[in-house]
């Protein structure tokens, strides 16, 4: 009866060699298994000839199936062949459990020895049995590593696809920055391009100015020697006291040009972001008159009346001049827009007019610069009001306006220097923008 | 010779009085002054009979020099009717027909040469 237990040796190296063929472990665990199956064989010859009976023949190759049995159980590598494995024992038990009985008794054994071998022979059928569930289990799992393995191909390439994409959007969005950032610098030179003729006009007053009071002061020199030649000094005095004036004036004016060129610049230039003491006053003036002849230089037939409302008492308020200046240069133009496109639809008899008007408002948070421009034009329709504010959103004709005046107002004013802007409008009424900045 | 000139900037009168210090000192002129169109007709409908010459600046807030030339043409047709010479800075082909249409007998562009003001004012 060795002979079940030699084969279930020897089988059992061949189909665990079998079973791990092309699996991650069939380099290391190939050749001692092959080596087992061999050695099973040599063994089986060698301990028939070296033992002196069956039976301890028996229990020493049922030990060594026992030894290999538990050294498999040990490796980690084959703890999915558990099943297989452990079907050895009924088997192992059994033939040694027959042997020493034979061993004790053989009269016993000989009398019960159809039961003795029946059961050797139902382990040894048992290892079959276990051997085909284990298959069947062995190829569920096949299956289920397989569609795990599927599964973690499909999520490899979904999570590709994503970081693609998410590069892709990570571009998209440093592309939409930079153009962002073109598109305001691309609005300052519009709006520098609408004031270029008003800035014309605004530096020729002055200069004139300059020109003639310097060239009449030159005369009334001559005046004055001619007089003091004569003696009456009464009258060279008369004329030295114009001639102060007249230099005083040339003053003005020249720093009045200066102002305008200055403007100019900082208007084109990019914002230094820093905040300084700035009369609101005075750019409000100077914006309005830039952003009225702007708009006279484009259509001579365009007139409006001009209305300045200062508050000489208003505080300095510390304000990004140019950014203000900025905001206030786009209310201006959109309120002369917006009368200059009244005129044209109503025509006759409709006086155009545009307010401006500064004061100080005090709120329980603390006083306020309030700025008030106000036209009678021809007003926002309430279906666009929402809109307004947005990037891009303009009424104007393509080409003519870029859309970012007053969303970049509103950037400035509400985020950079926590101040608001109110809107009250009227279709074909007029509009009021209320620009608040804080004190402090 | 009575002249009103017209002009939204303040400094244009003390060098209208400085460069015609002389014609004034002699009587041959007399000058009065209105900041915007309004002004100047209120004070024409006083003293249209006396003014001889209007000088007005186009480009003003309010009423335009135009509109006031187109309201004096209109408001004063007795004969004679005033000189009017418009002056602008923005001396293009447009500006000079259209105030030339609408009846001006004159168009100067800023800066003023007052030499030229002076030779024209000789043969009014």
Known sequence: MTFFTYAALFLLAIRLRRAIKLSPITAKWNAPLYGIALATVGVAFLLDDLLPNDEVEGIVIALVLLGVVEFLKREPDFKRFHVLINAHYPLIAAVILSNIVALISIKFYKKYDDYFQATQLAAFGWIFLRVATSKKQQSELKRISERKDELEILVAERTAEITKQRNELQETVKELQSTQAQLIQQEKLASLGELTAGIAHEIQNPLNFVNNFSEVSMELIEEMEEEMAKGDMEEATAIANDIKQNLEKIRHHGKRADGIVKGMLQHSRASSNVKEPTNLNTIADEYFRLAYHGLRAKDKSFNADLVTNFDPALPSINIVSQDVGRVLLNMFTNAFYAVHQKQKTVGGDFKPRVEVSTRTIKTPKGSEVEIVVKDNGSGIPDAIKDKIMQPFFTTKPAGEGTGLGLSLSYDIIVKAHKGHININSKEGEGSEFIITLPIA | ?124
Do not use: C, W
């Not at chain 2, 807030?61 to 010479?85: N, Q």
């Not at chain 2, 105030?99 to 004012?121: Q, R």
């Open chain 2, 1 to 124: 010779m009575k002249i009103l000139v017209v002009d939204d900037e303040e400094d244009v009168q003390p060098l209208f009085l400085q460069r015609f210090r002389k014609e004034i000192k002699n009587h041959e002129v007399e000058f009065d002054f209105a900041q915007s169109g309004e002004e100047a007709l209120d004070y024409l409908k006083d003293k249209h009979s006396e003014v001889v010459l209007i000088l007005s600046d186009i480009n003003m807030p309010g009423m335009s020099g135009i509109e006031l030339l187109t309201h004096i043409r209109e408001d004063f047709p007795t004969p004679p009717p005033p000189v009017v010479m418009m002056i602008t800075a923005y001396g293009d082909e447009e500006n000079y027909k259209q105030a030339m249409d609408k009846g001006a007998n004159d168009f100067l562009t800023k800066p003023l040469d007052f030499n030229l003001l002076k030779e024209k004012l000789k043969t009014l």
